[in-house]
C-alpha cells in the first residue's frame, strides 16, 4: 500500500462521500483550505478547522484518549481549543487508505507578534503550562484509554535515521535517553503533559491571554521534560535573539507563572533542562529525515536542517560534560 501522504491533500475534499461525511457535523468542506500536511492534513474551512491523521500513523484510540483530555481541560477552564466533532472520531477511508478526522472550533485569536515578547508573554506561558500539570495530574482517566509514555510515541522512533547525518546520531541518542531514565518518576514529577507548547501552537485573545491547541503529542513524561520543550521553542524565536541571556529571563518569568498553579521542580530536576533540550533536538531532526527524506528541499528547509545540525553538535558537547 503506498504512503497516504502520496495522496492529492488539496483535492482531498472533493470526494461526494467525504463532504457528506462533514456535512453531518454541519461543516460545509467546499471552504476547505490545506495549511499544513505534514504527518497530519490540516485544512482551515470557515469557522472550522480539521485535522485528519492516517490511521497508520496513530490509532483511533491514541486519538480518543487525546480528545477526552482536551474535553477534560476544557471542562475545567483551561484555555484550549474547542472540540466540536466531540469524542468521536470520524473514521474517512479515501483510496484505499484510512484517516481519523477530529473538528475544531477556529479560535479568534492572533499570533504572537514582537511586541509580545516579554516577560509578560513568558509569565503566561509558565502559568498555563503549571495548569495543564495541575489538571494533568488530577485527572484520572477510565476505561480503555491510555497515554503512551515519552519513549513510546511515534515521534520517538525515528532516532534510527540520526545516522544519515552524524556517525554518533544512533549513541548518542542512546546515551541521552539513558541518562533520562535516571531522573526517578513519581507521582509528584511526571505525569500527562502537552509534549509541544510553541509560538505555533497557541493563539493570543484580544487581552493577551492564550488559547492552546494541538494536544496531539501529549503524553506521559517528567512536567521539567514538557518545561524544557517550552523553552526549547522559546529559544527560536526570532525575538529571543535579542536578550542577552534569553534562557535565563525566560525561565525567571515563566516560574513566576507556573508556580502559581504547581510547585516548580527541584533544582536536581531542573539540571536536566540541557539534557532535554539536546533530546528534543535529536526527536525533531529525526522526525524531519522522515517526512523531508527522499524530497527536493526548499534552501529555507535546507537552512533548518543546517542549523539543527549545529545546535546538536554544541549541546552535544555540554551534554559530555555535564
Not at 227 to 253: D, G, I, K, M, R
Not at 254 to 265: A, C, H, K, S, T
Amino acid at each position: 500500500m503506498s504512503d497516504p501522504r502520496s495522496l492529492d491533500a488539496l483535492r482531498f475534499f472533493e470526494r461526494k462521500q467525504v463532504q457528506q461525511l462533514f456535512e453531518a457535523y454541519g461543516v460545509d468542506t467546499a471552504q476547505a483550505r490545506l495549511i499544513r500536511s505534514n504527518t497530519n492534513l490540516i485544512y482551515s474551512c470557515g469557522n472550522f478547522i480539521i485535522r485528519l491523521t492516517p490511521a497508520s500513523v496513530r490509532t483511533k484510540l491514541q486519538i480518543e484518549s487525546e480528545l477526552a483530555w482536551l474535553i477534560y481541560l476544557g471542562e475545567k477552564g483551561a484555555p484550549v481549543v474547542r472540540l466540536l466533532s466531540g469524542q468521536e472520531v470520524i473514521t474517512i477511508e479515501v483510496e484505499g487508505h484510512k484517516f481519523l478526522g477530529v473538528i475544531f472550533a477556529r479560535i479568534k485569536g492572533r499570533k504572537v507578534e514582537a511586541k509580545d515578547w516579554n516577560g509578560n508573554h513568558f509569565e503566561r506561558l509558565g502559568q498555563l503550562s503549571g495548569q495543564l500539570h495541575r489538571l494533568g495530574q488530577e485527572y484520572q482517566w477510565t476505561g480503555d484509554y491510555g497515554y503512551q509514555h515519552w519513549n513510546e510515541i511515534p515521534e520517538f522512533h525515528n532516532y534510527p535515521k540520526l545516522d544519515e547525518a552524524f556517525p554518533w546520531g544512533i549513541e548518542l541518542h542512546t546515551a541521552v535517553v539513558s541518562k533520562m531514565m535516571t531522573l526517578p518518576a513519581k507521582a509528584a514529577n511526571y505525569g500527562l503533559i502537552h509534549y509541544d507548547i510553541h509560538h505555533g501552537n497557541y493563539l493570543l485573545l484580544e487581552d493577551g491571554n492564550l488559547v492552546l491547541f494541538d494536544f496531539e503529542l501529549c503524553c506521559q513524561s517528567w512536567y521539567i521534560h514538557d518545561v524544557a520543550t517550552v523553552l526549547y521553542y522559546a529559544c527560536t524565536h526570532p525575538q529571543s535573539q535579542a536578550f542577552v541571556n534569553f534562557q535565563a529571563h525566560f525561565l525567571e518569568h515563566f516560574w513566576l507563572g507556573y508556580r502559581m498553579e504547581f510547585p516548580i521542580p527541584s533544582v536536581e530536576e531542573q539540571a536536566y533542562v540541557p539534557i532535554f533540550l539536546l533530546y528534543r533536538d535529536l526527536m525533531v531532526y529525526g522526525y524531519l529525515l522522515d517526512i523531508w527524506g527522499g524530497k527536493s528541499l526548499t534552501k529555507q528547509q535546507e537552512q533548518y536542517l543546517k542549523r539543527m545540525k549545529r545546535s546538536i553538535a554544541d549541546r552535544k558537547e555540554i551534554f559530555e560534560h555535564l
